[in-house]
């Protein structure tokens, strides 16, 4: 009976399991009789398929962090920074902030440009007519200057209870202002015309702010458009400046903002004869730079009083 017992299947399976265990064990005493043998300031072992690559600069030790390559100081050399400081950089951070101002300001500077050019260019193909009788019209001026070239633009400025006026025209190209000084001499209406080169644009004008009451009209004539006004004069310095050349000023409105590097300003004066005199003002220097001075299309405007939102 014990024969038959010895030889069974379950005893046989013991057996196997207890032979595996032995085997393991011997494993586990051989493996850790090697990792007892290694010296721990041994050399990092480099395999033989890294050999041609360049070493690295510093070995990297058991305990040193772990190096995030998302990270803005893997791609710079840098410092190690976490996912949040990195999107902190590319979101909300300083140095993004100045960079968009530097590209902000660099467009303002592009702008100020075109326009300073598109502005003296409209200088060159306009043209300056005085000694002007009141019975000629914009219509009848801009038909009798057609001759010499397309007008793009007519205005007739004065006093209009004045015997006479000037205006400016300007043309579509620089050869039709030449041509217009031609012209010098000839007689609209009862008197000869002058024709000389203008020093100023004629400015485009949003139609909301034209004048609509005759009383307005009438303000216009004694009012005057300022440009390149210094940020650094005040609204008295250009009040004394005009009365001193000019005459006596009713209303003054300057205006100006943080983007553009000059002011402007709307002056209007008592008389009639004092806007046409400020006309001559043009190019004199104000504060720091040359005042540019052209007839207004619009009056003073009145300041709107806003009420602040809590």
Do not use: W
């Amino acid at each position: 009976m014990a024969t038959v017992a010895d030889g069974s299947p379950s005893a046989a399976a013991a057996a196997a399991a207890a032979a595996k265990e032995v085997e393991y064990q011997a494993g586990v005493r051989k493996l850790v009789d090697l990792l007892s043998n290694l010296n721990p300031a041994a050399k990092e072992f480099v395999p033989s398929s890294a050999a041609t690559s360049p070493p690295p600069k510093k070995a990297l030790s058991a305990d040193a962090p772990v190096f995030d390559y998302h990270s803005i100081g893997a791609g710079n050399g840098g410092a190690t920074k976490d996912s949040a400081t990195d999107a902190s950089f590319y979101i909300g951070s300083p140095q993004r902030r100045r960079g968009n101002g530097y590209i902000n300001q660099g467009r303002r500077r592009t702008i100020d440009r075109v326009r300073r050019a598109e502005r003296e260019d409209s200088i060159r193909r306009t043209v300056y007519v005085s000694e002007l009788d009141h019975t000629v019209t914009e219509e009848r001026l801009a038909d009798i200057f057609a001759t010499c070239g397309q007008v793009v633009d007519c205005r007739i400025c004065g006093d209009p209870h004045s015997v006479l006026r000037f205006a400016f025209i300007e043309f579509a190209d620089e050869e039709g202002a030449r041509t217009a000084l031609n012209l010098g001499g000839t007689i609209f209406g009862f008197y000869p015309v002058r024709v000389l080169p203008s020093k100023t644009a004629i400015l485009p004008v949003n139609p909301k702010f034209l004048p609509r009451t005759e009383d307005e009209k009438e303000m216009v004539m004694r009012t005057v458009y300022c440009t390149n006004i210094d940020k650094m004069v005040t609204q008295l310095d250009v009040k004394n400046f005009f009365e001193g050349l000019c005459g006596e000023v009713s209303r003054l409105r300057l205006l100006g903002d943080n983007v553009h590097s000059t002011r402007i300003a709307f002056v209007e004066f008592v008389h009639a004869e004092g806007a046409i005199m400020a006309l001559n003002c043009s190019g004199m220097i104000l504060g720091t730079l040359p005042v540019r001075v052209s007839p207004s299309k619009t009056p003073v405007k009145p300041r709107v009083n806003r009420v602040g939102s809590n």
